[in-house]
């Protein structure tokens, strides 16, 4: 376990190392927590409200906003950051406990893994829950020959729990679970062909059963179909998100970890241990198998299949057998666990460091925003460069008004029936104003109705974003460096 605090340790570094990681959606889930924590600011009960609900996405809310009552609310939210990769990076760890009986130094090479695209993006509940969800897993294993009422009532609380959590983490642990139940169905069931499906059915209905409940809630409470598509990626591009989903941006150094993490199971094989537990065989096949036929937009959230595919390579990594038992062998394993662990902490931290730069110019120019004002971020460039992962995604730290200035700002996730805040009345036409502007457009919606001190539109270019025509307003700030142009226009 010492060797787990090691690891765990050198990939917290780039947490502490900038002011606020970069993480694409962090600032908005921080502002809602902060609106949340904070009832009684004079602005921003004005502007959003509390709207509590059951809903399959609240991991990040809940956690932080329990943090929130002991520490301040940034503090609280590099906590739950630092929370999520730790559980993730222990997910493999006790998985190969619960498979094999014994502690092993393989599995800390998910290291590699645990700054993936979707911890990049700020699906940050998923991130949490899908690292409980194998933790889960681990002890559905562990459990197998302890009885089923007991199995049943552990899977009925982490099912409950992941729900809450987020939506799909549940569906990694259903599907791992019931995979796993059928596989071990079909092996154990001497039947013929018909009576060994109809075993192997039974086996994989009782294993599911703990997840019919929340499927169930879902159903009945929430409003997941509100603004939902269905929209599948072109073939090739599942074949490159295979790789890519592992990296918080495409690097060398990152396709280097994540091609040597993937590896050491086909090394160990050659060593003579097996690749891949029979127990998890037909899970991780399964869910290779469904990110495959999944589509790319469901349930209003995009990147719904390649979600899938970094619980897969934890089970892999903690699913391959450790043949390493001689002292040099074992010792060898452990320095590369760490090194891996290091040079992802490395990787991460030179993909992070500019944001401090550009926190810096966002808090010159918007020195002027007086408090409870209306701020709207504009971000010029073609919505395929607003969707880069770099560090221009620290653009969204706008957000991080809220917190400092208490101002209305559209941009944090305010969704009736999907998050637990909503924008009052008259201010929910804001969205228009965010809409508008982020396409580049210069016709301004009237702000007839919005009772504000004072309305303003912050552009926002960092890199090679491209120029745009500007609007034929006062400029309040001006601040540029070679980290990024901030520009401050005040439209009453």
Known sequence: MALFGICVALLLIPLVAVEYPPVLDYPNHLARVYILTHPEDPHLS???????????????????????????????????????????????????????????????????LVFNRAFQMGFLGYSLGVGLALWAFAGWIALRDRGTGLRLAMMQGAALVLFVCHLYAMCVLAVAVVLSAASSGWRTTVAGGKGRLRGVA????????????????????????????????????????????????????????????????????????????????????????????????????????????????????????????????????????????????????????????????????????ERGALLVPWIPGDPGYRKSYGPPSVVHIAALAVIERSVLMPTVFAIDGQQPIKLRDPYGVVHDWHDLLRTGSNTLPATDGLDLPGHYVLQIRVGGTPSQAVPALPVEADVSTRAGRFTLWRLD
């Open 202 to 369: 039974a086996v994989a209905l009782l294993e599911a059963s703990p997840f019919l409940f929340p499927l169930a809630l879902l159903l009945a409470v929430s409003d997941t179909g509100s603004g939902s598509s269905i929209a599948y990626e072109e073939a090739y591009l599942k074949l490159v998100m295979l790789p890519l989903s592992m990296l918080p941006q495409l690097s060398v150094l990152g396709l280097l970890l994540v091609a040597m993490s993937l590896s050491l199971p086909f090394i160990a094989w050659l060593k003579g241990g097996q690749i891949m537990h029979p127990q998890v065989r037909w899970s991780a096949g399964g869910m290779l198998a469904l990110y495959l036929v999944m589509p790319y937009d469901m349930l209003s959230s995009e990147n719904a299949d390649w979600r899938l595919l970094v619980p897969l390579a934890l089970i892999v990594l903690g699913s391959a057998e450790d043949p390493f038992h001689a002292p040099r062998e074992w010792i060898g394993v452990a320095l590369l666990a760490v090194g891996v662990n290091g040079a992802a902490a490395w990787n991460v931290w030179g993909f992070w460091r500019g944001s401090d730069q550009l926190l810096a110019n966002f808090h010159a120019a918007t020195a002027p925003v």
């Open 46 to 112: 004005r502007y959003w409200a509390a709207d509590w609900s059951i809903l399959p996405n609240l991991g990040f809310d809940l956690v932080a906003l329990a943090l929130a009552q002991v520490m301040p609310v940034e503090m609280a939210g590099r906590v739950f950051l630092g929370l999520s990769i730790g559980v993730m990076l222990g997910a493999p760890l006790v998985l190969h406990r619960a498979l094999y009986g014994r502690f092993s130094p393989l599995p800390l090479m998910a290291g590699a």
